[in-house]
């Protein structure tokens, strides 16, 4: 199933980010194409500032489902905005039963949907260990699975940092991640058996971003 139309308040925001992103961090992002333009999509990354989200979705032409906390919903123009941006609310752990209901209805529905298995942002610069979340939403889905890193958030805006940094940033996507085998075996195991393949789902995950390098094949955006 396609997804739905970007809407003009996404489009625009995402124009704005290319740009400021362009100027201000020198931006550069390598294999963008890896990601499907139709068709369901969970794009896993790690994490290392506030605005990772916008330099994950920005560059691609299709819309891209985020997960934003609970506290951002607070008021209308609040509301109105985050829903523009497909925003997905979420309590403060980063997941709910609810959060979770909607992740899967847009994956079933065609749509992209970006997550971060680290669960919250770095507090070194280096990456952490997956939490099992991230596995059992891939195994409850069909979406083919993308890793990508980013290379540069930290140390332009980190959570240590009170203004962000003009420092150079790349993203490098990767080549989707072949679970079905974890998908088959999901469907027939024991429950005590699911839980540690959610957390080796993760670690696979982890594992891929991990390798990932930041350079070659470079797109440039103005």
Not at 34 to 43: D, H, Q
Not at 133 to 146: H, M, N, R
Not at 170 to 180: A, Q, T, Y
Request: aromatic share 10%.
């Amino acid at each position: 199933m396609a997804p739905s139309r970007m809407n003009s308040v996404y489009f625009i925001t995402a124009i704005v980010c290319r740009v400021v992103f362009r100027i201000y961090f020198r931006w550069r992002v390598h294999n963008r194409e890896r990601v499907p333009r139709t068709g369901p999509a969970i794009l896993a990354s790690n994490h290392a500032s506030f605005v990772d989200p916008p330099m994950i979705g920005s560059p691609l032409p299709r819309m891209i489902n985020y997960l934003a906390r609970e506290t951002l919903f607070r008021n209308p123009i609040a509301i109105w905005y985050m829903r523009a941006l497909n925003g997905v609310p979420v309590d403060r752990d980063g997941g709910s039963a609810k959060g979770l209901r909607i992740i899967l209805q847009r994956l079933q529905e065609g749509e992209a949907i970006v997550l971060f298995p680290e669960g919250t942002r770095t507090h070194d610069g280096s990456l952490q260990r997956a939490r099992s979340g991230i596995g059992l939403t891939v195994l409850k889905s069909d979406a083919p699975v993308i890793p990508l890193r980013i290379f540069g958030t930290f140390e332009a805006y980190g959570r240590h940092l009170k203004f962000p940094r003009p420092l150079p940033v790349v993203l490098k996507f990767g080549h989707p991640i072949d679970f079905s085998a974890e998908r088959a075996e999901a469907r027939v195991c024991s429950k005590p058996r699911l839980k540690q393949l959610y957390q080796e789902v993760a670690d696979k995950i982890m594992e891929a971003i991990k390798h990932l390098e930041p350079w070659e094949d470079v797109e440039h955006f103005g």
